[in-house]
Every structure is written in structure tokens, then in C-alpha cells.
């Protein structure tokens, strides 16, 4: 029987599981890093982690503003931001990181600076991608390969 996540963090309190996806690099790695999700007893803050659902999707990304009835969020290594997500899709947070036998601390400086940093530099961030997406697609169009016939 596969139970859902609710279930598991209704029963055990907690919920541990390796990372699926990039969308939280360079925090998380894909299928390296094992996650330990609490669940969420009060609003959420800016800079929390949330795991939430969207559709039959669970998603962890970044909370990147506090509205008075939702959040906006984003992945780490997404340009793309999430807009209207309520405390009713949200189901845990983010409490612990572990990467092989050491624990990431989720409380320290280095951390609080990282996720200033990402949060901060979003809009430089999607800028870049665009650019070098038009840069990429006009250097394909000026230097692509002729097809041989």
C-alpha cells in the first residue's frame, strides 16, 4: 500500500525520504540528500523550506514572501515563482538535511546568508537565464550544423 505523505507525518510526526528533482539545487541534491519534514503547526516564515502540494504534486521549495493569506515560493535553482499557495497545501517544512552521515545546519549563519542570497538574487538570476537562452538560440541559428544530403 503506498500511504500518502499527510498519513506518515499524521502517524510518525515526521517524514524521511531522499530528494527527487534539481529544483532545490544547490541545497539539495538530487537523490543524495535525505530530507526530514516536520509538520507545519504555525504560518510559515520567509526563507522556510515547504513541502505542499499542488494537484497530486508534492513540491519543496523555498518561501520567498509572506502574504496575509498565501505564500509566494521557489525552488533554489528555479526562475519561475509560485504564486497563491495557502497554508491549506502546505504540509510540513524542511527541518533537517542530511548528507551522508553529517547534518546540515539549518539554523547557523552560512544558512541564514545562502538563503538571503538566493532569495535576493532571483530577478539577476532569471535575467541571466533569459539572456543566455537568446544568445544560445541566435548562436544555433548563426553556427548550426548544415545537414549533410
Given at each position: 500500500?503506498?500511504?500518502?505523505?499527510?498519513?506518515?507525518?499524521?502517524e510518525d510526526g515526521m517524514y524521511v525520504s531522499t530528494t527527487?528533482?534539481?529544483?532545490?539545487?544547490?541545497?539539495?541534491?538530487?537523490?543524495?540528500?535525505?530530507?526530514?519534514?516536520?509538520?507545519?503547526?504555525?504560518?510559515?516564515?520567509?526563507?522556510?523550506?515547504?513541502?505542499?502540494?499542488?494537484?497530486?504534486?508534492?513540491?519543496?521549495?523555498?518561501?520567498?514572501?509572506?502574504?496575509?493569506?498565501?505564500?509566494?515560493?521557489?525552488?533554489?535553482?528555479?526562475?519561475?515563482?509560485?504564486?497563491?499557495?495557502?497554508?491549506?497545501?502546505?504540509?510540513?517544512?524542511?527541518?533537517?538535511?542530511r548528507r551522508g552521515e553529517k547534518k546540515l545546519r539549518l539554523?547557523?549563519?552560512?544558512?541564514?546568508?545562502?538563503?538571503?542570497?538566493?532569495?535576493?538574487?532571483?530577478?539577476?538570476?532569471?535575467?541571466?537565464?533569459?539572456?543566455?537562452?537568446?544568445?544560445?538560440?541566435?548562436?544555433?541559428?548563426?553556427?548550426?550544423?548544415?545537414?549533410?544530403?
Amino acid at each position: 500500500m503506498n500511504r500518502r505523505i499527510e498519513e506518515l507525518l499524521a502517524e510518525d510526526g515526521m517524514y524521511v525520504s531522499t530528494t527527487s528533482g534539481v529544483s532545490m539545487m544547490p541545497m539539495l541534491r538530487d537523490r543524495r540528500d535525505t530530507i526530514v519534514i516536520t509538520p507545519a503547526r504555525e504560518r510559515l516564515k520567509k526563507y522556510d523550506v515547504a513541502l505542499y502540494r499542488r494537484g497530486e504534486d508534492y513540491l519543496l521549495h523555498r518561501v520567498v514572501k509572506v502574504l496575509p493569506d498565501s505564500y509566494i515560493i521557489c525552488g533554489d535553482n528555479c526562475v519561475t515563482l509560485e504564486t497563491g499557495i495557502t497554508d491549506a497545501q502546505v504540509i510540513g517544512k524542511l527541518t533537517e538535511v542530511r548528507r551522508g552521515e553529517k547534518k546540515l545546519r539549518l539554523d547557523g549563519l552560512g544558512y541564514a546568508i545562502y538563503c538571503r542570497y538566493i532569495v535576493a538574487t532571483f530577478y539577476p538570476r532569471k535575467t541571466f537565464r533569459r539572456v543566455k537562452g537568446a544568445v544560445c538560440s541566435a548562436a544555433k541559428k548563426l553556427f548550426g550544423r548544415k545537414k549533410k544530403g
